[in-house]
């Protein structure tokens, strides 16, 4: 079926998906290559765990905080010249991070790689989302690239780490950014007056404000756990799988691990673009969050080759969020709204969220990085209440909100 939806495709919307998909696998990789070094990172710049963490949530922050921005900029220059301006505006924060000598050169080109990827998001979803036809499979094709993005970040920074460099992981990304720019800036028309043209197969003619603002709440609290987790998962397996993996160092083990669960997320991308464009897609949503919760705190607790298999089947489960939860802002977003739509969300989960890594450094800290998975938990809690309320207003109707 997957192959038959690509099949039938125009040869210009393959182009815009392969790029779409590209790009969020290149943010995801390269959002996640610090946390993946923190053990490297605490020994080179003589600094604790908990003001790397601050680091982290101030890039994290700047990652979300400019997605508002995107979405406002997304309806004058159009999602195809903000992803431009993604692609080179990445490779300048990498050259930054990778001359870094001291701790406030690190900070900064982190805090402009945030800024910078903040744009990705609305562009890359609206876009999709006016472009493509069948948008929840779309979206799970494009959800599979981020989960791909998120593993192979642990899986570049532990390798290189270990042959030559951290530096070098970013260096390849960025690469792979400039071979993005070039397929973006000649084989993607765009239109003379810069906005993005509106085919839009997910058209919706209002937005639905209740819904969207509780949305917006349970993002906040999904945010806030997502960087807490994604933070200090690769520390927790370092210290936590050295039965497992014994011939690897510390942040190879912590790196490889992590990749392992992240590339579970694609088995729910996938499923979340398949249920969503068959279920209600509250009620997935409230199944996901629920699910959450008990693996989020045996993570904390667990150790060893039972630690790894929790958490892979956590991130399917988790993951199988991100395109149900898009295709919902799209149901409730107005087409030409779309853009701040998806740049409020971004900001509410990624940019408020930050705080998650923050409030991890001190747990790690002071507590043991294993606490900061159980208090995830509990952060996750509210939201399932929140999705429960959204669900019984019934905005979708009886029946599954078209995809």
Not at 12 to 22: A, P
Not at 54 to 71: H, L, Q, R, T
Not at 108 to 129: D, E, K, Q, R, V
Request: positive net charge.
């Amino acid at each position: 079926m997957a192959g038959v939806f690509i099949l039938k495709m125009s040869r210009i919307n393959k182009i815009i998906l392969s790029v779409t998909c590209g790009s969020h696998l290149s943010v995801h990789a390269l959002m996640l290559i610090v946390p993946s070094v923190l053990l490297a990172l605490k020994a080179e710049f003589s600094v604790g765990l908990d003001t790397l963490g601050m680091i982290v949530a101030a890039g994290s922050f700047m990652f979300g905080f400019g997605a508002i921005f995107a979405g406002l900029l997304e309806k004058r220059v159009g999602g195809r010249n903000l992803i431009i301006v993604y692609q080179f505006g990445t490779i300048l924060a990498v050259i930054v991070i990778v001359a870094a000598k001291s701790l406030l050169m690190l900070t900064t080109g982190i805090i402009i790689l945030g800024a910078f990827s903040s744009l990705y998001h609305p562009a890359g979803l609206t876009m999709l989302s006016r472009r493509l036809p069948n948008l929840s499979k779309a979206l799970g094709y494009h959800g599979v690239a981020g989960s791909i993005g998120l593993a192979s970040g642990p899986l570049l920074a532990a390798s290189f780490t270990m042959l030559y460099s951290w530096r070098a992981a970013f260096g390849v990304l960025a690469l792979a950014n400039l071979l993005l720019a070039l397929i973006t800036i000649f084989l993607i028309p765009g239109n003379r007056s810069g906005s993005e043209p509106v085919v839009d197969a997910q058209k919706t003619t209002e937005t639905n404000r209740p819904a969207l603002f509780l949305y917006y709440f349970i993002m906040i609290l999904v945010g806030f756990s997502f960087a807490g987790f994604t933070t200090f998962m690769p520390t927790h397996f370092a210290i936590n799988t050295t039965a497992v993996g014994k011939l690897f160092s510390d942040t190879v083990r912590g790196g490889l691990f992590t990749t392992i669960v992240l590339l579970g997320g694609v088995v729910g991308q996938l499923y979340g673009g398949w249920a969503g464009a068959r279920y209600q897609r509250t009620k997935l949503l409230i199944i996901i969050l629920l699910l959450n919760v008990p693996l989020l705190i045996a993570i904390g607790y667990l150790d060893g080759i039972l630690l790894v298999i929790i958490s892979i089947v956590f991130g399917a489960v988790h993951f199988t969020l991100q395109p149900v939860g898009n295709a919902l802002i799209a149901n409730f977003t107005h087409s030409q709204s779309r853009g701040i739509g998806y740049g409020i969300s971004f900001f509410l989960s990624f940019g408020v969220g930050a705080i998650g890594a923050a409030l991890g450094g001190i747990i790690a800290e002071h507590y043991g990085v294993q606490f900061v998975f159980p208090a995830m938990a509990i952060i996750l809690i509210p939201s399932l209440f929140i999705a429960i309320r959204l669900h019984r207003m019934n905005y979708q109707g009886k029946k599954s909100i078209p995809a």
